[in-house]
């Protein structure tokens, strides 16, 4: 050979030597780094099919038993298989399916990783490569990679996998995928499990499975889709019957037999000829393949049941075998209310709903409801009850006026109810006015009662900036609501976003005596002979957010919402009125009809009740939450409260009452100074009036008999002499109020 042509050579042989080096240097690196951030496999254990935790409701009944979870996963609870209780051909048709040298490779296969990296060579994707080992990693330990076809994953499933196949046998492995196994998606319930496909495709145990049946749900995995089309399925399980045969775990004669078995799918009228070829394959109307899912009462409470636990105990415990007796806070009357309630409520199209009891005196969930019950069908896993974070709307006034009482303020504190404009960086004409409900106003100062009585906006943003927006956002927090990243004065009037659960939270302090108490699930847990946890010892203690005193004014006025004011005089509540019960409450309905509010309280339970659309969008404008959801939220009460004698709440000490027109309202028997302009506030930030409206406001009362005071400024004096006025109204007349009529 010529020297330059050995000298080229040598070169090249040089570089490809050096490229080849880079690669795997660069490749190391990169499995180096993947292999920290492994997650412990040990995870699987957790997955152990002995485990058998029991959720019962506060008396006993038993709720739900519950499974091991897929980590990330949308699953289903389903009843999970031993190896011996699937049919032996069951399982040999699966692994020649999916991973023919599964009792030969060490967690994955070279072969197919060399398959894999030859066709992403090609141009083609990345595919082929994964074993059962490497199925099982990534649909419990990698779900975060699950959908990427990435070199990090596989590296990550082949690490994991060689761990694995240390750490359990072949027979565990095989038992873990069988129950993991995704076989598609029946009438609203994933099919997860051999057990669940078996009952659902073809309506027998996995243990009764034939063989034709066995390689029939065999050929389903890969691609569950292949169910809507039977005839053009069979060549695939002709073809695994053959592989089956080759591998020597059937014979051939077994394989015709099973070719010539009639099968009948669930939801499929099949005819075959004598040699088992399709003659016609026609779908059943209304014999869809349906997944049985196991009985498990209040759904979406058990859900956050199972997240408490994990959260508190570990996985490991939860799932561990011989499982938890965990009892629980639900109360099955009261849930049994919820769901009846719920699924009769006349919701507009496209609607959902949320709803959550609290005790009123300790704030255990009695009941919840995640989404509107359907007959017959598992409900989303989507819980609104506690996941859906949408605007309160007016149900926040009450928390504004509350802080207004424990600052001084009485029920028969005065604001404007006139037009208001305040400076907005962000609004047309650089300025916002806002509005009551419709666009009406009265003209002139409303009660804090009256203001709460109507959902008043104008006099309850006065309010607010009286009060002051910081001492408001600082209480919200307290109440464990969450804030906005800028808060402004549109918090007053509900663009705070929070789930049905935390805003019943926030309203239990009024039955509490103004302890905020976090809402628990959970009363006792043990496992075996060992109490692991006790509700009494192990729950957060109360934190004083109200002095008892000004809890029992804000739940007064709270109260006025519901008995002040008949319907036919703009009540917005009175549907809430239960016999013989003291009620308080108040509606919440967001701008253009989004969300739809009602908090109601008696001396047994509180109870915040949500409608809305999940996705988001518009209700009818003609949804009132002060009908559809307090007619709900009664439905809901009167079965929770059924059986139980009317109670009334108890007044602590330090409180009184007064007159305020011809009502009869809470106050302080002895508190601190109110405010010097607690009874005629100084107009703030109001839009230009006349000036006989604006001095008309700042009359000073004299408290000892509600007259005006003898000495008046001089723009006073023309309000004076142009009005002849006696006495400011503390709670406006029937005729008055129709002058300013509120929000929902």
Request: charged share 20%; net charge positive.
């Amino acid at each position: 050979m010529p020297w330059p042509l050995r000298s080229a050579l040598r070169t090249l042989m040089a570089l490809i030597a050096a490229v080849c080096a880079g690669t795997l240097g660069v490749l190391a690196v990169f499995v180096l780094k993947w292999g920290r951030e492994l997650p412990d496999p040990a995870r699987l254990d957790a997955l152990t099919l002995g485990a058998t935790s029991r959720i019962l409701a506060r008396d006993g009944t038993l709720l739900a038993t519950l499974r091991p979870v897929l980590p990330g996963g949308a699953r289903i609870q389903r009843r999970l298989v031993r190896l011996e209780e699937v049919a032996a051909h069951a399982v040999l048709a699966v692994v020649t399916s999916e991973d023919r040298r599964f009792f030969e490779h060490s967690g994955f296969d070279p072969v197919g990783i060399a398959r894999a990296a030859l066709q992403l060579a090609r141009g083609g994707r990345l595919q082929g490569a994964s074993t059962l080992t490497a199925q099982i990693v990534k649909n419990t330990l990698l779900t975060d990679l699950a959908g990427h076809r990435s070199w990090e994953r596989k590296v990550k499933e082949a690490l994991l996998g060689l761990e694995v196949e240390r750490r359990y046998s072949k027979q565990e492995l095989l038992t873990l995928y069988l129950n993991l196994a995704y076989w598609g998606r029946g009438s609203g319930a994933e099919i997860v499990g051999i057990d669940a496909a078996a009952r659902a495709y073809l309506g027998r145990a996995p243990r009764d499975l034939t063989l034709a049946e066995s390689v029939y749900l065999a050929t389903l995995l890969p691609a569950p889709a292949r169910y809507l089309d039977y005839a053009a399925n069979r060549w695939r399980m002709r073809d695994l019957l053959d592989r089956m045969v080759a591998d020597g775990h059937i014979r051939r004669a077994e394989a015709q037999a099973a070719w010539r078995e009639p099968l009948q799918p669930r939801g499929w009228q099949v005819r075959y000829d004598a040699s088992g070829r399709v003659r016609s394959a026609r779908r059943t109307p209304g014999a869809l393949h349906t997944a049985p899912v196991p009985p498990v009462q209040a759904p979406h409470f058990v859900q956050q049941v199972e997240r408490e636990l994990v959260a508190r105990l570990g996985r490991e415990r939860v799932y561990a075998v011989g499982g938890l007796e965990v009892w629980t806070t639900l109360d099955p009357q009261a849930q049994r209310a919820a769901e009846q309630a719920a699924a009769r409520a006349p919701l507009p199209i496209g609607a959902t709903l949320g709803a959550v009891t609290l005790d009123a005196r300790n704030g255990e969930v009695l009941a919840m409801v995640g989404q509107r019950p359907v007959a017959g069908q598992v409900p989303a896993e989507w819980n609104n009850a506690v996941q859906a974070v949408r605007q309160v709307g007016s149900s926040i006034k009450p928390l504004l006026y509350t802080l207004a009482l424990e600052q001084g303020y009485g029920q028969d504190h005065l604001e404007l109810d006139t037009p208001l404009s305040l400076p907005c960086g962000g609004c047309p004409g650089g300025s916002w006015r806002p509005r009551n409900y419709g666009g009406r106003v009265g003209n002139g100062p409303v009660t804090l009662r009256h203001a709460l009585d109507r959902s008043l906006n104008l006099p309850t943003i006065r309010l607010a900036q009286r009060v002051g927006l910081p001492r408001f956002t600082a209480k919200l927090a307290e109440l464990g609501l969450p804030l906005p990243e800028q808060p402004n004065l549109t918090l007053a009037l509900g663009t705070l976003e929070t789930s049905p659960l935390r805003l019943a939270a926030a309203y239990l302090p009024y039955t509490t005596g103004g302890l905020r108490i976090e809402p628990s699930y959970l009363l006792r847990v043990r496992s075996g002979g060992t109490t692991l946890l006790e509700a009494r010892l192990d729950r957060p203690p109360p934190r004083r957010v109200w002095s008892p005193q000004v809890a029992w004014l804000g739940l007064d006025m709270l109260r006025g919402v519901v008995e002040d004011l008949p319907e036919s005089r703009g009540g917005l509540a009175e549907r809430a009125r239960l016999p013989g019960w003291q009620v308080g409450g108040k509606t919440g309905t967001t701008n253009d009809v989004r969300d739809a509010w009602f908090v109601g309280l008696t001396p047994r339970a509180v109870s915040a009740v949500w409608i809305g659309k999940e996705r988001g969008g518009f209700l009818p404008e003609n949804v009132y939450s002060g009908v559809l959801n307090v007619e709900l939220w009664r439905d809901l009460m009167l079965g929770t409260l059924r059986g139980h004698a009317p109670q009334r709440f108890a007044p602590p000490p330090g409180v009184g009452t007064r007159l305020l027109g011809d009502l009869e309202v809470a106050t302080l028997a002895v508190g601190p100074p109110r405010p010097a302009d607690h009874a005629a506030p100084r107009p703030i930030q109001a839009a230009p009036q006349a000036l006989e409206e604006a001095a008309w406001i700042t009359l000073p009362l004299d408290r000892r008999n509600g007259r005006l005071a003898d000495e008046f400024t001089p723009a006073e004096q023309i309000v004076r002499r142009r009005v002849r006025v006696r006495e400011l109204p503390l709670y406006r007349t029937p005729q008055s109020a129709a002058l300013s009529p509120g929000g929902r």
